[in-house]
């Protein structure tokens, strides 16, 4: 059974980096492709951006200019770094595994999340 | 972009009752949708994918079904452990893929 955790701080002041990491076990990060997302205080979920096995990204445009996405096939772990933070980014982080099965796409195992607080 | 849009946004319902959540798209994404269930501080959780796919290890009693811009999630008994919220997501546009705002399904 495919596991991720995600690991980093709870806590981030204005305008520093986030870095968070997902750790993936029970399968091989170089296959399938990784994705970020997070759900603010009260609100829906909202897609970061993806890693696929080729090193390729997507971002979401409404964040593009502030994330990065990396993997680390040695270690089984792929990261989230997200700068400029404000109190808007302040919400729970998803990493989750996507799937493709022909041109259908699918996010099938998802980490439990991790709450990320922006204060100085 | 494409826009999702789910009702309701909550309701109220007992178990053993049948309900049904509509996702509507904001233009024809085919069957390119997933629906999620997801309880607070756990994982989201796959049901359905490509609108009418049920993931391996979830329930026949969760239906998907619609295409072009009109979905439902149809759960023909609900369960005690149904009661959570559930999202669709469309996978249409490259890169994936908007999520609905939504709908919370409380006990009644």
């Known amino acids: 059974q495919v596991h991720l955790q995600e690991s980093g701080p709870g806590l981030v002041k204005p305008s520093e980096t986030l870095s968070l990491t997902c750790t993936v076990s029970g399968g091989s990060i170089s296959t399938y492709y990784w994705s970020w997302i997070r759900q603010p205080p009260g609100k829906g979920l909202e897609w970061i951006g993806s890693i696929y096995h080729s090193g390729n990204t997507n971002y979401n445009p409404s964040l593009t200019s502030r994330v990065t996405i990396s993997v680390d096939t040695s270690k089984n772990q792929f990261s989230l770094r997200l700068n400029s933070m404000t109190a808007a980014d302040s919400a729970i982080y998803y990493c989750?595994?996507?799937?493709?099965?022909?041109?259908?796409?699918?996010?099938?195992?998802w980490g439990q999340g991790t709450l990320v607080t922006v204060s100085s | 972009d494409i826009q999702m849009t789910q009702s309701p946004s909550s309701l109220s319902a007992s178990v053993g009752d049948r309900l049904t959540i509509t996702c509507r798209a904001s233009?024809?994404?085919?069957?390119?949708l997933n629906w999620y269930q997801h309880k607070p501080g756990e994982a989201p959780k796959v049901l359905i994918y490509a609108a009418s796919n049920l993931q391996n290890g979830v329930p026949s009693r969760f239906i998907g079904s619609g295409s072009g811009t009109e979905f439902t999630l149809t759960i023909s008994s609900l369960q005690p452990e149904d009661f959570a919220t559930y999202y669709c997501q469309q996978t249409y546009s490259i890169p994936p893929g908007t999520f609905g705002q939504g709908t919370k399904v409380e006990i009644k």
């Open positions: 233009q024809n994404i085919n069957t390119y």
């Open positions: 989750a595994r996507g799937r493709a099965s022909g041109s259908y796409r699918v996010f099938d195992f």
